[in-house]
């Protein structure tokens, strides 16, 4: 059994930063990619930044420049640092696992999210 535990939400200032942190765990042999999505009320959940077994990046462009990913293939974790935050980047945050290789295969998993809220 996989899961993907996320921290470091909270509430913050605009301007402020906050880091959030996922951790993988499971008898997992490999990820392919780890990144980061948002869903805010009323709206579709949306890429946030993703990162490949590259450690390649890939960023939405409203947050390019402010937030930046970052990923421990070995402890299967992924950080998001998000800098210079705006009310728009007020969401629930979703850590997401692409195509984990466990001994019975390969599937997707979401974390449960966390809340981040950007007060103006």
């Known amino acids: 059994q996989v899961q993907l535990v996320e921290s470091g939400g909270g509430l913050v200032q605009t301007g402020g930063s906050l880091r959030l942190s996922c951790a993988a765990s499971g008898r997992i042999l490999s990820i392919k990619n780890m990144g980061w999505y948002r869903q805010a009320p009323g709206k579709q959940r949306e890429l946030v930044a993703t990162s490949g077994w590259g450690k390649d990046a890939n960023y939405a462009d409203s947050v390019k420049g402010r937030f930046t990913i970052s990923r421990d293939n070995g402890k299967n974790t992924v950080l998001l640092q998000m800098n210079s935050l705006k009310p728009e980047d007020t969401a629930v945050y979703y850590c997401?696992?692409?195509?984990?290789?466990?001994?019975?295969?390969?599937?997707?998993?979401w974390g449960q999210g966390t809340q981040v809220t950007v007060s103006s």
């Open positions: 997401r696992a692409d195509q984990v290789l466990t001994a019975v295969g390969r599937r997707d998993y």
